[in-house]
């Protein structure tokens, strides 16, 4: 069974930074595209960032500078680290492992919320 499992949300002030983790069982993170994503309320579902199995990072514009994704291999867990956060940052964050041919799939998401 494939799971993939966030953790690290939580609330934090403006400014402040917090560290998401994707940890992902069944499946070798290695060998997908692996993102986050967000969802803040009454908005659609946006991409954060991407990190493909080879090649360049992907961010939006909206994070560039601000968060930086990585991944473990040891760990089989990739991860957000997100500095200066505002409160626009203050949404639903979702892991997700992606491949144009396996199976994609979704963590269950990870509440942010930044605020003062």
């Known amino acids: 069974q494939v799971q993939l499992v966030e953790s690290g949300g939580g609330l934090v002030q403006p400014g402040g930074s917090l560290r998401l983790s994707c940890a992902a069982r069944?499946?070798?993170?290695?060998?997908?595209?692996m993102g986050w994503y967000r969802q803040a309320p009454g908005k659609q579902r946006e991409l954060v960032a991407t990190?493909?199995?080879?090649?360049?990072?992907n961010y939006a514009d909206s994070v560039k500078g601000r968060f930086t994704i990585s991944r473990d291999n040891a760990k089989n867990t990739v991860y957000l680290q997100m500095n200066s956060l505002k409160p626009e940052d203050t949404a639903v964050y979702y892991c997700?492992?992606?491949?144009?041919?396996?199976?994609?799939?979704w963590g269950q998401g990870t509440q942010v919320t930044v605020s003062s």
């Open positions: 997700n492992a992606a491949d144009t041919i396996l199976p994609n799939y």
């Open positions: 069944g499946i070798r993170v290695t060998i997908y595209t």
């Open positions: 990190m493909p199995r080879v090649g360049n990072t």
